[in-house]
């Protein structure tokens, strides 16, 4: 296959030292840029004229909570709240937060942001498996979120063609998976799973026997966990699954795993300067294999709406430093959300981590569908046993698979330190939707 003319082999294989001095000299320019900005004057008041990479550490955080804060109150002039960089005749795009830890925040773009971001999302997208002659299914119907009319421009952008299904009702969808003989899925990982068996029912034949071979999955965690990945891949009769991960306060496509499937490169760095820290004490965290720590973002070039080190809450684990493919970024898998974080007595735990160790043991039982039960929406302390819903696969009784879910509940509290009780549902219980599910839910009436 031709080499796609917006392929650029720079962006993706200079050495990551290099590559993180340039974004440094970027920086520079841009907070120059945002001096001039009543928000932002302040703020960076004290940030150097020329930036180097330890003196990150003294430029303050941009949250999430501001954001929201500052769009409490908005005007015809500035629709996007105080932080809003340009008039808004400048405005091209708004897009949306998908809301679901709290109310959406909204973000514009200029034509030039439109255009960067075309541009960075068809490299994640061609990362992770888009190129001409694919016909790519886009599964989400909300147009406004990161993952909707983004997603598709850079589908487009990646040379693929879109075939954007969602927002039709089930067996629409379905009808279209088969005739239009689509090969590659955009997809959640847990919607990803529950669509292969909802198109099966439609088409009266497993979704194996479609046109899929790549599935790329974003918006949750999950694709990376070996049992899940394999379901999703058995499920379609696909070769490869690749994890994809971006932010709407940053950039909707940021992460995208390559076909090696050791984890996501990130791919943005022209336009997005990365760093890890630690979410406690708020220090570096280097790029080495198995450090783990907190996302925070710098966009570089945006001119309609910027943050500043901006506190993701994504928790990343460094996979690589070096890949087959070429690629020089590091790899990662997202392994929780600091707002996901549950305490078991003494003990932190990502729900996350909780549904891998349960699928290490009992895979073979259950979907990977399964959720944790709160008391109430605020709920993060358990004294009792966690309350973990998992969906068995179809054909099993939980009286069937007692003792393998037992050896689950242990081999949590072996690897976890926290406890866990497994309430066994049958396949089809737990609600999956196409967008962003979440892995906790208040039961009813509380």
Request: with cysteine.
């Amino acid at each position: 296959m031709a080499e796609h003319p917006l392929w650029d082999p720079e962006q993706d294989t200079l050495p990551w030292a290099e590559q993180r001095e340039r974004q440094l000299r970027a920086f520079d320019g841009m907070v120059e840029r945002l001096r001039s900005h009543s928000v932002w004057r302040d703020r960076l008041a004290s940030v150097p004229g020329t930036m180097t990479d330890p003196g990150l550490l003294d430029v303050p955080f941009t949250r999430k909570d501001e954001l929201r804060a500052a769009q409490s109150e908005t005007s015809e002039a500035q629709p996007l709240g105080a932080f809003q960089l340009v008039d808004r005749h400048e405005l091209a795009q708004i897009t949306s937060s998908s809301g679901t830890t709290g109310a959406p925040t909204y973000f514009g773009l200029t034509r030039e942001d439109r255009r960067r971001w075309d541009r960075a999302i068809a490299n994640a997208y061609r990362t992770a498996g888009v190129g001409p002659g694919e016909v790519v299914a886009h599964t989400t119907g909300m147009a406004i979120v990161a993952g909707g009319l983004p997603y598709a421009d850079g589908i487009r952008e990646a040379g693929g063609t879109l075939a954007w299904i969602g927002g039709q009702t089930t067996p629409r969808m379905a009808m279209a998976m088969e005739r239009l003989r689509v090969s590659v899925l955009v997809a959640t990982a847990s919607f990803s799973a529950h669509f292969a068996q909802r198109c099966a029912e439609e088409l009266g034949r497993p979704a194996s026997g479609l046109s899929v071979r790549t599935v790329i999955a974003g918006g949750e965690p999950g694709a990376g966990v070996p049992h899940i990945r394999q379901g999703i891949m058995d499920a379609w009769g696909a070769t490869r699954v690749s994890e994809f991960m971006g932010l709407g306060d940053v950039l909707p496509a940021l992460w995208a795993e390559c076909a090696v499937g050791q984890g996501m490169h990130f791919t943005a760095a022209p336009d997005v300067l990365v760093e890890l820290i630690d979410p406690a004490t708020e220090e570096r965290v280097p790029w080495e294999p198995g450090a783990t720590g907190e996302a925070v973002y710098t966009t570089l070039r945006r001119e309609a709406f910027a943050v500043v080190r901006f506190r993701s809450g994504d928790q990343l684990q460094v996979t690589g430093v070096a890949c087959a493919c070429g690629r020089t970024a590091p790899t990662v898998r997202c392994v929780g959300r600091t707002d996901d974080m549950l305490i078991y007595k003494a003990m932190n735990v990502y729900p996350s981590a909780i549904r891998e160790v349960a699928l290490d043991v009992a895979g073979a039982a259950l979907t990977g569908t399964m959720r944790i039960r709160k008391d109430t929406a605020s709920q993060v302390r358990f004294d009792d046993p966690i309350p973990l819903e998992a969906e068995l696969r179809p054909g099993l009784d939980a009286s069937g698979v007692r003792e393998t879910l037992r050896r689950a509940e242990e081999e949590i509290r072996r690897r976890l330190r926290v406890r866990v009780g497994i309430e066994a549902l049958a396949a089809g219980r737990i609600p999956v939707g196409e967008y962003k599910n979440a892995l906790t839910y208040v039961k009813e009436g509380s």
